[in-house]
């Protein structure tokens, strides 16, 4: 992997960088995670999305607990090389609640409201530990 890539990328004092996962095929953003140096290097060599797992305190492959694996088909940086964009095919689903996205509620008409129903039942996902 080119060092120009990583020499781009602006980690914050955590060494971390936001990575907005969407769907390669129909554009629907699907999470929000952080990368680290070696999440970012791993990606890009595997081709298999890998994150920064902050409560873990560990790199964590998408998909290794609950089979939902997110394949890399194009790796964008933005403008200020602060935010990155992992266009994704999504094996299942991306959020650890069921969902196909992260991004289930929104606000309408002064109130929350559910927009997307869980596909895939947490336990099935991850047993008890969803």
């Not at 060494?15 to 999470?31: F, H, K, R, T, Y």
């Not at 290097?41 to 994150?51: I, S």
Request: charged content about 25%; proline content about 2%.
């Amino acid at each position: 992997m080119s060092d120009e890539i990583l020499a781009v990328i602006r980690f914050n004092a955590e060494g971390l960088v936001p990575a907005i996962a969407q769907a390669a095929d129909s554009g629907e953003v699907l999470m929000m995670a952080w990368m680290n140096r070696d999440a970012v290097v791993e990606t890009l060599a595997t081709g298999r999305v890998c994150y920064w797992s902050r409560s873990r305190g560990a790199l964590w492959r998408k998909g290794e607990t609950s089979g939902q694996v997110q394949h890399l088909k194009d790796f964008r940086i933005d403008c200020d090389g602060d935010t990155l964009l992992l266009m994704v095919d999504q094996d299942g689903v991306a959020c650890h609640t069921g969902r196909r996205s992260c991004f289930y509620r929104a606000a309408r008409a002064g109130a929350l409201v559910t927009i997307r129903e869980v596909e895939t039942p947490p336990e099935e996902l991850y047993g008890n530990r969803g």
